[in-house]
């Protein structure tokens, strides 16, 4: 994109949105303004002098019917007073064109600049981050939130100034025309501004209520439509349209609380400014009559109120609407201010050449439960937090209570060892590999990589040398081609990408597609089936080489068959990387140099496959009951074959 844009727009875009962060909303919406205020200063003189041109329109209508009509003089000035009615409209259509369009960019700018920034930010967030953030909440706050945002520069802000311009311009005018008049002009003013200011906060709260809902709402949605392979094999579409319809009533029922205040609002204001109208208008009337003020001066009058009652008037449903940007600029700060994820900080250069070697000394690692993103209501339970701390202490900390997943683990491998960890699911497999990838950073013990200290490493270091293939591989929605070569930071030719194809025994299913290696793969690779999807991601990792290789039972989703080709590419391919082979199955795991099996956390035995099996137990447990099952299994199929061998129809025999 930054190849297409000047440098002065550049800049704007690439402004640090987090110094832009302020407790006060309208400081913060200042700041969010920068590198477009000049812009902006130009829309909002655009107004004023608008507001004057209106002024003067109804000044020459005075004239022309005191002096011109009503007096008879001045006649031959009525053409150039005719074009001034025109050239005072042409500077006023001018004046609006050029507030259009420097609010229009400014609005769409700063629109653009966030979006970008938050999928930056999103970016590099830490992963601990995106384990406790809803996706849901962060797509709205990227969205609605950052449109909401756009509306208050593009007409709020504006708005305001405008009305703020043609009501000092307006009523400065009528003070100078008649003073009583003026001030009885303003008479309502104060009420309006007090009902406009109570409606304010009370409009802010629900805005921000009925936002947190429809995030809610739209994490139900995403979650459905992510899941909807696993609600439609359990048959659990009323479930989840029950669960739907719930959101969806209380989003119904808060937007209809919203807009019952905006519904109470508009009648006050304008039985209010109705009043103030007829008030007006009777008093000059009689004013008119009585000769105390010219039939001009009433018509000047007449016009210039209408500029002074209903702009006020909208004044408070601006006010009332600047509400939703105020709170979705705290929505979006709230994403914006969130510490970035450091993946170059390290005192390892970032260019070292890795080898392999991986120490566990005693390492014991917690998750830290986080409180991200609150919505309205937690924030609110958190304001009454001290009443609530005193009542439920116990349960308030034990949601936060750090979940302890690893205790004690140590082991060693050598550059190029393969190592297998082997437990039960919840047994902290996962979580060792989530060290390496440092998504997290461990707390106690040593964990050294080629004899450094892993914290020491820059992320992106560690990340470009290990190559990692999960249980459920995600696969983007683009070509093959593409999919294979997401992990390389390089231009990749095709024959590299069908070699690691080849490896990952998927090269001759890709060419019976008709687009071959430039199919497109569906949202999640839907159009592939689970083995397909995982000899893809197992492609991908290979074209990468890393020096490391993560291996999340990535062949559960294969068959035998499939399974046996990869095992056989990958015998070729493993010598040389240190490889960690997580699974469930021994037969997956039995040719690895060291197998490391885990329980509740904890190394309950480590060796090679040939120690363990004679080594009472959890190995040789798992061990026994996989080959009894497997023998059962190869029994069954032996007598369903012979059964179906000796299988005749009683009418062949009698023929």
Known sequence: MSQNLNPKLLQKLTYDLKVAVHKNRLVGLWRVLTGFRLLYLGAMIAIVLGAFTRVYYYRVVQYVIDTVVGEGRNTQHLPWLALSFVGLAVLEGTFAYLRGIWSAETAEGIALRLRDYLYDQMQRLPFAFHDYAKTGELIQRSTSDVDAMRRFYADQAL?????????????????????????????????????????????????????????????????????????????????EIDKFDRENWERYHLGKKLLIMHSLYWPLSDVLCAGQTILVQAVSAMMAVRGEITVGTYIAVMGMLTWIIWPMRNLGRLIVQVSTGLVSYRR???????????????????????????????????????????????????????????????KKEEELKPVEVLHDISFRCAPGEVVALLGSTGSGKTSIINLLLRFYDYQEGRLALDGVELKDYPRSLLRRN??????????????????????????????????????????????????????????????????????????????????????????????????????????????????????????????????????????????????????????????????????????????????????????????
């Open 159 to 239: 708005g305001i100034g405008r009305i703020v311009a043609l009501f000092v311009v307006n009523f400065t005018m009528l003070l100078r025309l008649n003073t009583r008049i003026g001030l009885l002009s303003v008479v309502v003013m104060p009420v309006i501004v007090a009902m406009s200011y109570w409606f304010f906060g009370r409009v802010s709260k629900a805005y921000d209520r009925y936002q947190d809902q429809e995030a809610k709402l739209s994490t139900v949605l995403q979650e459905n439509l992510t899941g909807v392979r696993v609600v439609k094999a359990f048959a659990r579409q009323p479930y």
């Open 332 to 394: 979006v700060a709230d994403v914006v201010e969130q510490e970035r994820e450091d993946i170059v900080a390290g005192s390892v250069p970032l260019d070292a050449q890795i080898r392999g070697a991986l120490t566990f000394e005693n390492v014991s690692f917690s998750y830290q439960p986080m409180a991200v993103l609150q919505d309205e209501d937690d924030k609110r339970k958190d304001k009454k937090g001290k009443e609530k701390e005193t009542a439920e202490p116990e």
């Open 466 to 655: 290990i190559g990692i293939v999960e249980q459920e591989p995600f696969l983007f929605s683009r070509s093959i081609r593409d999919n294979i070569a997401y992990g390389v930071h390089r231009e990749v030719t095709q024959e590299e990408v069908e070699q690691a194809a080849q490896a990952a025994a998927i090269h001759d299913i890709i060419l019976t597609f008709p687009q071959g290696y430039d199919t497109i793969v569906g949202e999640k690779g839907v159009t592939l089936s689970g083995g397909q999807r995982q000899r893809v991601a197992i492609a991908r990792a290979l074209l990468k080489d890393p020096r490391i290789l993560v291996l999340d039972d990535a062949t559960s989703s294969v068959d035998t068959e499939t399974e046996e080709q990869i095992q056989q590419a990958l015998e070729v391919l493993i010598p040389g990387r240190t490889t960690f082979i997580v699974a469930h199955r021994i037969q997956t795991v039995m040719n690895a140099d060291l197998i490391v099996v885990l329980d509740k956390g904890r190394i309950v035995q480590s060796g090679a496959h040939a120690d363990l099996i004679q080594q009472p137990g959890l190995y040789r447990d798992i061990y026994e009951i996989q080959s009894r099952i497997e023998e059962e299994v190869v029994a069954e199929v032996e007598r369903g074959v012979a059964e179906s061998e000796f299988t005749f129809e009683p009418a062949g025999v009698l023929a």
